[in-house]
């Protein structure tokens, strides 16, 4: 298939008072036409980050400092393979070169997030359908006319990607923009969507909220739908369902997701590839059984030897001992990151390890695989 995103060395860092935090590290990885691409790692290891940077929604006082988000979008390419060659290649375009405007006009028809916590994404005092047909009415204007307006849900989750697109008042949500909502609440599997239209997101138990919000997300038809840890706060019955929703939807709708989760149980049961992060850096990439069936990072390994079952969808990452180092730049070692929790650390990781192939489109960051597996070359060459 096709690639749809390839995220070429992204970093982000945070410009905080007690210093640079390097929270994504020189992050590579890419996302093919209808595929489900997880980033697996523990809390703080920069997998939400990383995706809030992939579109475009980190804020002061983070920066995307270096990296590439190539997209696939003919009519952009077309749009600006005469004025900015530099940012085309074929039918991809670096979004990362592209004026704010654009990138903000990407956000819903292009890109779409899902949430972890469906309560905060909505506005309370306005009815669920209204809130999903406002979305419905910003796609539809952003399409026509990008001006400049606010959007009433704008803070609330999906509201806070599309602000300054959204026009504010009730008249403007059309009687066809409600009729699609309701299709939408059908869609996500809401019985009775008319009736629940009407209702407000108090009225709403977690996971019909969680579905909502999904309905809210498809408002744009999104070519790539990111999933931050969508399921982790309901209880597990409805994270089930919740999961075989958005399989069914990538399924119908062909769109690719981005899901992001520190649970192996939600990698195992929704990812066709996933890429495992520690302290900023993707350390292993590659398909579901690569990852499961041939992890060669011993963090990775670790991982995975500290769950009995990965069939589990309760099972979460145990912390392995050590520590995690620090992200702060001045702090951060000139060694492997992983070096002080791993058991084969060796003199030859005290030194940035690139990125190494292993086989075809798995890789690792981590010196056995150069002497294990004998690449012929590093994937990217060591930055000095
Ligand atoms: Fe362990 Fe060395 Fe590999 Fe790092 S590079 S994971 S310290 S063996
Ligand atoms: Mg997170």
Redesign the pocket.
């Known amino acids: 298939a096709d690639k749809i995103l390839e995220v070429r060395g992204l970093s982000t860092r945070f410009f905080t008072e007690e210093g640079q935090v390097n929270a994504v590290e020189n992050v590579s990885f890419d996302i093919e036409d209808g595929e489900i691409f997880g980033i697996v790692g523990e809390?703080?290891s920069g997998?939400?980050?990383t995706a809030l940077s992939v579109i475009d929604l980190i804020e002061s006082p983070g920066r995307v400092t270096s990296g590439e988000v190539w997209y696939r979008n003919a009519d952009l390419a077309d749009e600006f393979r005469g004025s900015k060659p530099q940012a085309v290649d074929g039918d991809l375009v670096d979004i990362r070169q592209l004026s704010e405007g654009v990138r903000r006009s990407l956000r819903g028809p292009s890109f779409s997030m899902v949430f972890?916590d469906p309560m905060s994404s909505f506005n309370p005092s306005i009815t669920v359908g209204e809130q999903i047909a406002e979305a419905v009415e910003v796609q539809r204007r952003a399409r026509s006319n990008p001006r400049s307006t606010r959007s009433r849900t704008q803070g609330y989750g999906l509201g806070s990607l599309i602000v300054d697109t959204l026009v504010p008042s009730r008249e403007y949500v059309s009687d066809e923009s409600m009729e699609r909502a309701v299709e939408l609440l059908d869609q996500v599997g809401i019985p009775d969507p008319e009736d629940r239209a009407n209702e407000y997101p108090h009225q709403f138990s977690g996971g019909m909220l969680q579905r909502a919000m999904i309905a809210q997300a498809l408002a744009g038809e999104p070519d790539i739908l990111v999933a931050?840890?969508p399921t982790t706060a309901l209880d597990v019955t409805i994270q089930a369902q919740i999961l075989n929703l958005l399989r069914d939807l990538q399924e119908k709708e062909g769109m690719s997701i981005l899901m992001?989760t520190?649970d192996l149980g939600v990698i195992a049961r929704m990812c066709d590839r996933v890429g495992v992060m520690y302290a900023g850096e993707v350390v292993e990439r590659g398909s579901l059984a690569d990852i499961f069936d041939n992890p060669v990072h011993p963090y990775t390994q670790g991982l995975l030897g500290s769950i009995p079952d990965v069939d589990d969808p309760a099972a979460r990452l145990e912390p392995i001992s050590g520590n995690v180092p620090s992200l702060i730049d001045s702090e951060m070692p000139n060694a492997c990151f992983f070096a002080d929790r791993c058991p084969k650390a060796m003199s030859d990781c005290l030194t940035r390890i690139p990125e190494y192939e292993v086989d075809g489109r798995h890789s690792a960051r981590c010196v056995l695989v150069e002497q294990e597996y004998d690449p012929t070359e590093s994937i990217e060459p060591e930055e000095v």
């Open positions: 809390s703080g997998k939400s980050v972890q931050d840890e992001i520190h």
